[in-house]
C-alpha cells in the first residue's frame, strides 16, 4: 500500500445520464481497487442515482413496489418518452454553452464533499454532456479532475486535468508516485456497501459482477467492447467474497461472455449461497441440457443471448462462432431447464437483405415457445470494431464521419448490397408487433432488464 496521501480527498462520481437501475460497477471497483492499494480518502457518489431521485420521485416509488405493476407497460413506456424528453432537452443546453437540468443541485453534491481531486468514470456516450458541463465548471474553480471510461472522447479529455486508461494510471495519479505492478493488490473484494442500494429504481437491488476482464471469444465484427485487452479470469473466491459482502441476492454478471467450463465453476460457487442471477451468452453447443440444467439449480434465472440472426449466412459475416441449428438447440435446452430466454437480435449488418432479415423473424416464430423476451436493434458502425477497420470485407463502400459538439464524430456509411440502415429500420418497425407478440414479459423491460430478473419466481 502506498502511504502519504492521506490528505487527499478522491472523489469518484457517476453521471447521468443511464438507466438507475443498479449501483454502477467501474466507480466501485475503482473506490475498492484505490482502498486496497493507498491509504487516500475515497468516496464514491452516483449523481445518475441522485439526479433521478430528484426528477422522477413518483416513478422511483413504482419501481421499487412490484405489487404496483399490474400496468407495467404503461407506465414504463410513459416513463421512457419522459426521459428521452428529459435528457434531450438537458443535451441541448450543453451543446448550446449552458448548463443541464439539476446541474446546481448536483454540483453542490459533489463540493459539500470538498474533494481535491474528482474522477469521472464515462461508460456511455449519454453521459458526455454532463461530463463537459461539471469539468467546465470545476477547472474555473481549480478542482482537479480526472476522466476515464470508454466513452471518454478527446473534448472531454481537454477540460480534464488528466485523462487516464486504467486503475494503475489513477492510482499514480493519486498518490503522486509511479505504482509498483508486482505489488499491486487485485484479490480485493468489491465494496458496494459504499451505495445506498435500497435508494435504485428496482425493488431489490441488483448488484453488476464481473467475473474476467473481457470477452474470452473476442470475435464478433460488430464489437468494439474488448479492444487490445488480454482475456484473464478473476478469482473465484474473489468473486464469491463480492457476492457474499454485498449482502443482496439478485446479481447480474456483466462479461460480455464466459466459456462454458469457467461458467460451471462458477455455477458452482453461487449455488450454496441462495441467490438469483443473470448474464449475457453466445448460444453454442456446449451449453446442452446437463449444463443449462446445472445452472438453472446455481439460481441463473435469465440469460441475455448474442443470437443476433437466424440467417447462417449473416451470423458468418458477423463472425459471431454460431449456427441457427446450434442456437435453436440451447434457446431450448435453457427453456426446458427454466432459465428465462432475452434474445438479442440486430437488424441491417451490412449485406444483409430483406430475405435474410425475414429468415430471422421466421426464425423468432419458429422457436417463440424457448423465447421470453425479444430485444431487437439495428446495426450501428462504430470505430475500433473489425468492420469499421475492414469495412472492404464486409461490403462497406463510404465512410462519412460528421463532427458533434460535444460527442465523437457520427458515423454513417453505404453497402454495396443488402438493405441500407434507413431500411433496415423501416423493416424492423413494420414488424413490431410480430416481434411483440413473442413476449412473454413487457416489451418494456428490456428497459429495465433488472426487473425481468426480480420479477422471476424461484
Known amino acids: 500500500m502506498v502511504k502519504g496521501t492521506d490528505t487527499k480527498r478522491i472523489l469518484l462520481a457517476y453521471l447521468p445520464f443511464c438507466t ?10 475503482l473506490y475498492s ?8 480518502q475515497v468516496r464514491v457518489l452516483d449523481l445518475n442515482l441522485e439526479f433521478h431521485k430528484l426528477k422522477f420521485p413518483e416513478y422511483l416509488e413504482y419501481y421499487q413496489d412490484m405489487t404496483k405493476w399490474d400496468d407495467y ?8 418518452e419522459l426521459t428521452k424528453k428529459t435528457y434531450s432537452e438537458s443535451n441541448k443546453k450543453v451543446v448550446e454553452g449552458g448548463k443541464p437540468e439539476l446541474f446546481e443541485e448536483l454540483l453542490g453534491m459533489i463540493l459539500d464533499r470538498k474533494p481535491d481531486i474528482v474522477a469521472f ?25 480526472v476522466v476515464g471510461g470508454p466513452a471518454v472522447n478527446e473534448k472531454l479529455t481537454k477540460l480534464a486535468s488528466a485523462s487516464l486508461k486504467n486503475e494503475i494510471e489513477l492510482l499514480s495519479y493519486v498518490t503522486g508516485k509511479e505504482a509498483e505492478h508486482d505489488r499491486l493488490k487485485f484479490d480485493f473484494p468489491i465494496d458496494f456497501t459504499q451505495h445506498d442500494l435500497k435508494g435504485y429504481f428496482t425493488p431489490h437491488p441488483v448488484i453488476p459482477i464481473k467475473t474476467s476482464t473481457t470477452c474470452p471469444y473476442k470475435g464478433c465484427a460488430f464489437c ?42 462458477i455455477a458452482e460457487a453461487l449455488a450454496p449461497l441462495g441467490v ?18 446445472k445452472l438453472r439449480e446455481s439460481g441463473l434465472a435469465m440469460v441475455l443471448w448474442g443470437v443476433e440472426s437466424g440467417s447462417d449466412r449473416v451470423l458468418k459475416m458477423m463472425n459471431k462462432g454460431t449456427n441457427v441449428k446450434d442456437i435453436e438447440k440451447v434457446l431450448s435446452a435453457s427453456h426446458a431447464a427454466g432459465i428465462k430466454n432475452i434474445t438479442f437480435i440486430m437488424f441491417g449488418f451490412p449485406t444483409e437483405t430483406r430475405e435474410e432479415a425475414a429468415e430471422t423473424i421466421e426464425f423468432l416464430k419458429k422457436n417463440s415457445a424457448n423465447i421470453d423476451l425479444v430485444s431487437s436493434s439495428v446495426f ?15 461490403g462497406i463502400i463510404h465512410i462519412t464521419e460528421t463532427q458533434r459538439t460535444v460527442l465523437e464524430p457520427s458515423i454513417s456509411y453505404e453497402v454495396e448490397a443488402g438493405m441500407t440502415q434507413k431500411q433496415a429500420d423501416t423493416f424492423r418497425d413494420g414488424h413490431k408487433k410480430t416481434l411483440e407478440k413473442i413476449n412473454r414479459y413487457p416489451k418494456t423491460m428490456n428497459f429495465f432488464r433488472e426487473h425481468m430478473l426480480c420479477s422471476i419466481d424461484g
Open 73 to 80: 407497460d404503461k407506465k414504463t413506456t410513459e416513463y421512457k
Open 20 to 29: 438507475p437501475a443498479s449501483p454502477p460497477y467501474s466507480v466501485t471497483y
Open 224 to 265: 468494439s467492447h474488448y479492444g487490445r485487452m488480454p482475456y484473464f479470469e478473476y478469482h473465484i473466491e474473489t468473486i464469491k467474497k463480492n457476492v457474499m459482502m454485498s449482502g443482496q441476492k439478485h446479481f447480474f454478471i456483466i462479461d460480455d461472455g464466459m466459456p462454458p467450463t469457467r461458467l460451471l465453476k
Open 276 to 293: 438469483r442471477w443473470t448474464c449475457q451468452l453466445r448460444p453454442t453447443k456446449e451449453l446442452d441440457p446437463a449444463l443449462m440444467k
Open 121 to 145: 468514470s464515462i461508460v456511455y456516450s449519454s453521459q458526455a454532456f454532463y461530463a463537459y458541463a461539471l469539468l467546465k465548471e470545476l477547472k474555473s474553480r481549480g478542482v482537479k479532475t
Open 380 to 394: 450501428g458502425l462504430q470505430k475500433g470494431t473489425a468492420i469499421y477497420n475492414k469495412p472492404d470485407q464486409y
Open 33 to 40: 481497487f484505490l482502498k486496497a492499494n493507498c491509504d487516500a
